[in-house]
C-alpha cells in the first residue's frame, strides 16, 4: 500500500483545479490515501476545505528542502511514498510519435515500486521533459534525473539521503539514492504536463536566478565525477547535466 504525498505553498486553489483534479476525478484515485503538506497554520486555514474531498492536510514547515524532510520524517521506515508537485495537469505516456493522457496512475505506481525493489533500490521517477522525443520504452537504472514534480521513494531514514540545498534539490536527491543504492529507477515511457517556474505560489515565490546557480555550480562543485553545467541548453538559470555512465 502507498500514499500520495503533495507539498504545498500559497496554492490552495490551484492545488484543486490541477493535481488533485487530475489524481481524483480524472484518474479516479481514492482521496483519503493523498496527503497534503502546508507550510503553517495560516496555511492550514486556507487548504482545510480539501478536507471535505476527503483529502488529508497536515502542518509541515516551509521551504522546499526542510518540507520534503519533513514529509521523509513523517512517515515510518519502508512506507512506499510517491510525491507530486501541486501544479500538475496530468502525467503521459508515449505512443509513438506522440504523447497522450494517462490515466492509471495505480499501474505506473505499482511498476516504479516494484521496479525498485527488483533493483534494490528506493526511489523511482518519470522523464522530466514531456515531449515523444526524450522518451522512451524502456526502464532504466543508470544515473538519470528524478524530477522533483513526481517521483516515488521507500522511506529511508539514513541522514546520508538528505539534501542540502533548495533549489536543484531534486539533482542532489538523485545522485545521493545513487550513490547509496547505485541504481535509480526510472520509467521513460512517463511524463507530465505541467509548466516549470511560472504560476503563482510555491517556489516561484522564491526563487531567484543568484539562488539557482549557487545551488548548480555548488552541485557540480561537490559531484565533480556525475553532475556538470550543461552548455547546451539555453536557459536564464544555469542548467545541469547528470553523468548517465557513472557506475
Not at 526542510?66 to 519502508?78: T, V
Not at 520504452?137 to 540545498?165: A, Y
Amino acid at each position: 500500500m502507498y500514499r500520495i504525498a503533495i507539498p504545498s505553498y500559497k496554492r490552495a486553489k490551484t492545488i484543486n483545479e490541477k493535481t488533485l483534479n487530475y489524481l481524483i476525478n480524472i484518474c479516479e484515485f481514492d482521496a483519503n490515501k493523498i496527503d497534503v503538506f502546508v507550510a503553517n497554520n495560516d496555511e492550514y486555514e486556507e487548504y482545510k476545505y480539501l478536507k471535505n474531498i476527503g483529502v488529508n492536510v497536515i502542518i509541515g514547515i516551509i521551504t522546499i528542502k526542510e518540507q520534503r524532510l519533513f514529509i521523509n520524517n513523517y512517515y515510518n521506515e519502508g512506507d512506499f511514498i510517491v510525491q507530486m508537485d501541486d501544479d500538475i495537469n496530468y502525467l503521459t505516456i508515449k505512443k509513438g510519435k506522440k504523447t497522450e493522457l494517462f490515466t492509471r496512475i495505480n499501474k505506473l505506481i505499482n511498476i516504479g515500486f516494484n521496479e525498485c525493489l527488483k533493483h534494490q533500490t528506493k526511489i523511482f521517477g518519470i522523464t522530466p521533459t514531456n515531449n515523444h522525443f526524450f522518451m522512451s520504452d524502456k526502464i532504466s537504472t543508470n544515473l538519470k534525473f528524478i524530477n522533483g514534480g513526481f517521483f516515488g521513494t521507500i522511506i529511508d531514514k539514513d541522514k546520508f539521503l538528505n539534501v542540502n540545498i533548495n533549489e536543484k534539490d531534486d539533482y542532489e536527491r538523485t545522485i545521493r539514492y545513487f550513490l547509496k543504492f547505485k541504481k535509480v529507477v526510472r520509467l521513460n515511457m512517463f511524463s507530465l504536463n505541467t509548466t516549470y517556474y511560472k504560476g503563482e505560489g510555491g517556489m516561484v515565490d522564491s526563487r531567484t536566478i543568484e539562488e539557482q546557480n549557487k545551488s548548480a555550480l555548488y552541485l557540480c562543485k561537490k559531484y565533480p565525477n556525475l553532475i556538470k553545467i550543461n552548455p547546451h541548453r539555453k536557459s536564464k538559470y544555469l542548467e545541469l547535466k547528470l553523468n548517465y555512465r557513472a557506475i
